[in-house]
Each structure stands twice: as structure tokens, then as C-alpha cells.
């Protein structure tokens, strides 16, 4: 199952005198945060340790923590055909999904009716090459989407219009709005400073750069280490998640793993590549942060005799935390139907979607047949054993397994073994 890979004369006088110190004081922070800052702090407001979890021998399946759970169709047209969920999230009583290898972002009902692309692919004004990220903007009710052929940010209204492109001129290849509705942009590469997230307004103004990664050090992008989320971003190679905004970062949460790789290497890619030393010593792989920013789910690397891959870690809101030694995971015994249909790492994360206060996951398509055509019957049994509807849903008119299964959840606030 792994795979690594309007107003008066003096109100406007009073807000652009205002407006003029927000400008003023977000330059002193974007010069005073030129240079690096997460040497001078030391304190972790979160520390999930994986190391530190009981080993169990009856693990227990990621399906027990999942609360409200329900599945959903995308149904077949012959205008689209989804390939590969790469992020999904809801958005005015819509599910916004984003083909991995199309790069298109699609739209579909509740209920799993297909409802159209989300803007037009090609060169024009209002036309985008690619989707390389989208993001959900709540306090403008827009869609924000990230083309890196383009460079640009593209917005699009709550009924799929085009609003706007702003061209920035940054091959990023992540996008995440803040709590401000700004937007931070994490770049593929260091910047003449070194710094590789850079936060730009709403009208596409750079307000402040920060993330700096040592001059001199090569940056290799790798796609299963190194994210943004929201307000809280990962370097490649640590294990440790930042909480920023436009002004301020801080040390937030410190991911323990076993045989987990130092900070004091991060910056070497090269070592970490090496074919000899690869899977030697382990990191944080994706993350989304929850509800009330206490949820967190990732995936990290791990070695377990001769099996090793990445595996799903958690911590619900009641502060357990659920890794490799207490979770179903990996193949053989210690893997189940459900972990090989929806939590397949380093890729398949669930994304967290704000207005529903839930998550989605697609089953990852090439897994899932591979899982499914190895043995149908015994497959469908074992699905069976674990979840009745989930069982329906693949049964029941499905023209294809080929065709994601898609997963709407919350997580339980507390895990009770007994019940």
C-alpha cells in the first residue's frame, strides 16, 4: 500500500490615513523578517509523539475515529472524466475537486451530479493553463486558483464566474488563503533572499516574505514533504509545523517520529536522497490541521522490520494521538480494507473543508483496483466486514471502480475503545 514516492470626504481621509499604517507597518515587518527567526524560538505550543504511543497488538482501524461518515457517487458523464482526486473541498452546497493529472478543477453536487469545470483551460484573459492548487477564500466567498505556468492567481465566485487574474510572476506550486484573506503562495525554489513563501494581498501586492531557507543550500521541491495549509506551512525534511500570518511566525507543532530525521539536516536534501540512506531516518509527510486548529492529520515515514513506506498519523480534539503502533496500517495483517481504500501516504490526505466542518478523501484510483481485481470477492467481503455502506455504495449501479469513491467525515472528538 506505499507509495513515496462608499463614504464621506473625512471617513476616507481617516481610512486611507489607516490603510497607509497597515502598508507602513507591514513593510517594518517584511524588512525585520528578512532573515531567518526559527533559531530564536524554542517553544512548542503542540508536541505529538509518535514514539511514545503503547504498542497494541489488536491495532485498531482508522474507521473507529471517523464520525458522520458518508459516501458519495461522482457520477459518470461523457463532458468529464475524473482521474485522480488530488484535493477536494465544499464550497457553497458544492464539492470543488482537483484532477491530479488534468489539472482541471471540477464541480459536483452534494449528491455527486457532475456540474462543470471551474473556468476554462488556455491563454486568454479569464483562461488558466493549469490548476496546480486551489483554495477556499470565506471571507470574500470566492475560489482562489493557482496556475504555475501562468504565475497568476485566479478568483472565481461562489456560482463558478470568473472574477479576476492577477499575474505575480512566482513559479509556486502550493496555494493557501489566510485567516486575512490573503494569500501565501509557497515557491518551488528560494527566492535571491532565500525565502520560499511569499504572502500577497488581495490585489496580488507581495506584503511579506518569510520561510528562509539557508543561501547556499539546495532546494530540491519534493511532492510528499514540504506544505502550506492555511496558516501553518512545513519545510522539506522537518518535522516541525509553523503557524504564520503577515506579521508573526511562532513554533507550533513538533512531530516526534521514530528514528525522526534532526532539524539540523533539513537542509540536506542530498544526504537525505542518497539511495543507501534513504527511509534511515524518518519525517513528516503531508498534514492538514482541524477543527478548532486541535485536529491534526499527517502522514510520516516509518521502518517496521522489513516493511517501510509512510503511514497515517492523528491527534483528535481530547489530545490521543494514533500512529503506526496503535493504528491499522502498512499491508499484510496489520493493514485493513478501509486504510487501503482512503489512507493510502504519502499523497491521499484528507483535506478539512471550513464551511462544513468536515473532511474529504477520495479512494486513490490506481490502489483501489489494484486492491479491488486482486481478489473482488474476497475485497467486497472484506469491505463488508468493515463498513455495510461503504459495501452498498460499491455494489449497488457501480459501472466502475475506476471512477473515485469519494468520503465526507468528521473525526470523533475522543476514542472509547469500549464502545
Given amino acids: 500500500m506505499f507509495r513515496f514516492v462608499s463614504l464621506s470626504f473625512g471617513v476616507v481621509q481617516f481610512c486611507m490615513v489607516k490603510y497607509f499604517i497597515v502598508i507602513l507597518v507591514g513593510t517594518f515587518f517584511l524588512c525585520c523578517t528578512s532573515s531567518g527567526w526559527e533559531s530564536d524560538v524554542n517553544v512548542y505550543e503542540e508536541f ?8 497494541q497488538e489488536q491495532l485498531i482501524s482508522i474507521r473507529d475515529l471517523l464520525s458522520e461518515v ?5 457520477k459518470e458523464t461523457d463532458s468529464f472524466y475524473l482521474s485522480s482526486a488530488q484535493k477536494i473541498l465544499e464550497f457553497n452546497n458544492k464539492i470543488l475537486v482537483l484532477d491530479r493529472h488534468k489539472k482541471e478543477l471540477v464541480a459536483y453536487s452534494l449528491t455527486g451530479t457532475y456540474l462543470g469545470k471551474v473556468g476554462k483551460k488556455g491563454s486568454g484573459p ?8 486551489f483554495d477556499i477564500n470565506y471571507l470574500s466567498n470566492r475560489i482562489v486558483i493557482f496556475s504555475r505556468p501562468d504565475q497568476a492567481i485566479i478568483e472565481f465566485d461562489s456560482t463558478l464566474k470568473h472574477i479576476k487574474k492577477m499575474r505575480i510572476g512566482k513559479w509556486g506550486y502550493q496555494i493557501s488563503v489566510l485567516k486575512s484573506g490573503n494569500f501565501a503562495l509557497y515557491l518551488g525554489y528560494d527566492d535571491e533572499n532565500g525565502h520560499i513563501l511569499h504572502i500577497y494581498d488581495t490585489s496580488g501586492i507581495l506584503v511579506r516574505k518569510t520561510m528562509q531557507y539557508p543561501l547556499g543550500k539546495e532546494l530540491v521541491p519534493m511532492d510528499y514533504t514540504g506544505f502550506v495549509v492555511g496558516n501553518f506551512y512545513s519545510y522539506p525534511l522537518s518535522s516541525s509545523i509553523y503557524y504564520y ?3 508573526i511566525n511562532e513554533k507550533r507543532i513538533k512531530v516526534n517520529i521514530p528514528d525522526g530525521r534532526s532539524e539540523d539536516l533539513i537542509f540536506d536534501h542530498a544526504d537525505f536522497l542518497n539511495p543507501k540512506k534513504w527511509m534511515s ?10 477543527k478548532k486548529e486541535k485536529e491534526i492529520l499527517f502522514y510520516y515515514s516509518f521502518k517496521e522490520g522489513s516493511e517501510y513506506g509512510f503511514t497515517l498519523g492523528l491527534k483528535l480534539l481530547s489530545g490521543q494521538i494514533f500512529g503506526h503502533f496503535n493504528l491499522r496500517h502498512g499491508s499484510g495483517k496489520k ?3 478501509f486504510t487501503k481504500m482512503f489512507f493510502i501516504g504519502p499523497y491521499n490526505l484528507p483535506t478539512y473543508s471550513l464551511s462544513c466542518d468536515c473532511y474529504y478523501v477520495a479512494t486513490d484510483v490506481e ?3 489494484d486492491y479491488i481485481s486482486s481478489d473482488k470477492d474476497a475485497a467486497l467481503k472484506e469491505i463488508k466486514e468493515i463498513d455495510l455502506v461503504l459495501h452498498r455504495t460499491l455494489t449497488e449501479n457501480m459501472k466502475s471502480f475506476e471512477t473515485p469513491i469519494v468520503m465526507r467525515f468528521k473525526l470523533k472528538e475522543q476514542y472509547d475503545q469500549k464502545s
Fill in 335 to 337: 493493514s485493513d480494507a
Fill in 245 to 247: 500570518n503577515e506579521f
Fill in 70 to 74: 458518508e459516501y458519495i457517487k461522482l
Fill in 48 to 55: 505529538i509523539d509518535i514514539s511514545n504511543i503503547p504498542k
Fill in 367 to 369: 490502489h483501489f483496483t
Fill in 281 to 290: 531516518q524518518h519525517i513528516l509527510s503531508r498534514f492538514m490541521i482541524g
Fill in 126 to 133: 479569464k483562461e488558466y493553463l493549469e490548476v496546480t492548487d
